[in-house]
C-alpha cells in the first residue's frame, strides 16, 4: 500500500502524476524543476538559481512526508547541459550534505524548457 504526499509549498503536477509516494517506509519523490510555488512561474533563468528552486521543492515534498534532506539515500538529477555540471554542484551540495548516492546526466530537454530536474528517494 502507497500513500500520496502532496504539499503547497512545492509546485502542483504538471502531469497525471503525484508530488510523492510513500512505500514500505521510503519516500519517492516525482522529478522537481525550478517553479515556484507561490507564483507558479519559472522565475529563475540561471542554473545556480533553478537549481536552488528545485532542492527547495525537494525539501518541501521531502518535509510533508515526514521526512528531510538528511534522509536521501538516492537522488538522480537531469541537467539540459553537463557544461553546468560544476554550478550545480555547487548548489546540491549545499542541500544534500550527506552526500547521497546519485545519477546525474544530461538530456536533451526538460519539462518547460528548463535547466534542471531533481527526484529523490529517503527514508520516512
Known sequence: MSNTV???????????YSQAKIVGGLVFTSGQIPINPATGNIEATDIKAQADQSCKNI???LEEAGSS?????????FLADMA???AF???????????????????????????VEVEAIAEV
Not at 6 to 16: C, F, L, Q, R, S
Open 6 to 16: 502532496y504539499t503547497k509549498n512545492a509546485p502542483e503536477a504538471i502531469g497525471p
Open 84 to 86: 553546468d555540471f560544476a
Open 69 to 77: 534532506l538528511d534522509k536521501v539515500v538516492k537522488t538522480t538529477c
Open 59 to 61: 525539501k518541501a515534498i
Open 89 to 115: 554542484n555547487e548548489v546540491y551540495a549545499q542541500y544534500f550534505t550527506s552526500k547521497p548516492a546519485r545519477s546525474c546526466v544530461a538530456v536533451k530537454t526538460l519539462p518547460k524548457n528548463v535547466l
